[in-house]
C-alpha cells in the first residue's frame, strides 16, 4: 500500500473531498481529509466515512492511518 492508493481510494469513495496523504515506509499514513460531506457529522462519523472507502485495506496492507477530518468553513 502506498500514499497515492490511499489517496486514490478515498477520492473515490469521497468525490467532494481535498485529500492530502502522507507517509512513505509502506505500513504507516497521515491523511488530511476535508470533504462538505463531513458537514454535520461528528470526528467519528466523519472518520467512518474515510476507513469505509478504503474497504479491505486494513486488513493486512495497511497497518496505520491517522486521520484529521473537516468540513470546508
Known amino acids: ?9 478515498i477520492e473515490a469513495g469521497l468525490p467532494d473531498a481535498a485529500v492530502q496523504v502522507l507517509g512513505d515506509d509502506g505500513q504507516h499514513f497521515d491523511a488530511i481529509v476535508e470533504s462538505p460531506s463531513f458537514k454535520g457529522k461528528t470526528l467519528i462519523s466523519q472518520h467512518k466515512m474515510v476507513y469505509a472507502t478504503l ?4 486488513e ?6 491517522s486521520l484529521k477530518t473537516s468540513a470546508p468553513r
Not at 55 to 58: E, I, L, R
Open 55 to 58: 474497504g479491505d485495506s486494513f
Open 60 to 65: 493486512g496492507a495497511l497497518h496505520a492511518l
Open 1 to 9: 500500500m502506498n500514499a497515492l492508493k490511499i489517496k486514490e481510494l
